[in-house]
């Protein structure tokens, strides 16, 4: 079973910045995309950046340019800075990982969330 805690969330001011981080734990083989999800209310849940084991990403046309994704590999930990956050980035950031576990098979696990708030 593999865990993802994340971690970051909280009450900012438009213009300002945020970083969410996203630890996975527990028993696996590899861990191949990690990603940053968020859900505002609602809205259904979308994509807003993912980033492979070999470092490509991929952001949300919404937060190209202030929102960047990475990763630290020995750490199992992805990162999502947020920069000139605004109130529409207002919602609850999910983490997700694409994990490779010890029967080979693949399983998509995702975090429990936080809320992050951005006030005008």
């Known amino acids: 079973q593999v865990q993802l805690v994340e971690s970051g969330g909280g009450l900012v001011q438009a213009g300002e910045s945020r970083r969410l981080s996203c630890v996975a734990s527990?028993?696996?083989?590899?861990?191949?995309?990690m990603g940053w999800y968020r859900q505002a209310p609602g809205k259904q849940r979308e994509l807003v950046a993912a980033?492979?084991?070999?470092?490509?990403?991929n952001y949300a046309d919404s937060v190209k340019g202030r929102f960047t994704i990475s990763r630290d590999n020995a750490k199992n930990t992805v990162y999502l800075q947020m920069n000139s956050l605004r109130p529409e980035d207002t919602a609850v950031y999910y983490c997700n990982a694409d994990v490779l576990n010890f029967d080979y098979n693949r399983r998509n696990y995702w975090g429990q969330g936080t809320q992050v708030t951005v006030s005008s």
């Open positions: 527990g028993r696996f083989l590899s861990i191949r995309a």
């Open positions: 980033v492979t084991s070999g470092g490509s990403t």
